[in-house]
Nanobody, 127 residues
Framework: QVQLVQSGGGLVQAGGSLRLSCEAS????????LGWFRQAPGKEREFVAA????????SYSDSVRGRFTISRDNTKNTMYLQMNDLKPEDTAIYYC????????????????????WGRGSQVTVSS
């Protein structure tokens, strides 16, 4: 069973940057679509970004496009989320996930299509 171990996150002022990492415990990582979601207090988990298995197709929510960059290094079984120009509304717990399914654009936006999750990383942006 795959385990996704997250690192990064923390407290930063508005306009600052943070990088999140998500490392898989075994090789059950490379063939899969991966994604990042976030959940703020009192809100549902929402899609942030996704990347296909080869790493040559990425997708972003409108709220983060142009500020966040998702990437992966399949040789290290690790995915990243570089977050720049952070805003207070980015404050949330961020989760990495592994998607199950073959049709990239059908599966990436819905949390129910992900079969493994990291434990979450708190990101707090102060104004």
């Amino acid at each position: 069973q795959v385990q996704l171990v997250q690192s990064g996150g923390g407290l930063v002022q508005a306009g600052g940057s943070l990088r999140l990492s998500c490392e898989a415990s075994n090789r059950a990582f490379n063939p899969y679509v991966l994604g990042w979601f976030r959940q703020a207090p009192g809100k549902e988990r929402e899609f942030v970004a996704a990347i296909n298995a080869r790493g040559d197709t990425t997708s972003y929510s409108d709220s983060v496009r142009g500020r966040f960059t998702i990437s992966r290094d399949n040789t290290k079984n690790t995915m990243y989320l570089q977050m720049n120009d952070l805003k207070p509304e980015d404050t949330a717990i961020y989760y990495c996930g592994r998607a199950s399914g073959a049709d990239y654009y059908k599966i990436i936006f819905t949390p129910e299509n992900y079969d493994a999750w990291g434990r979450g990383s708190q990101v707090t942006v102060s104004s």
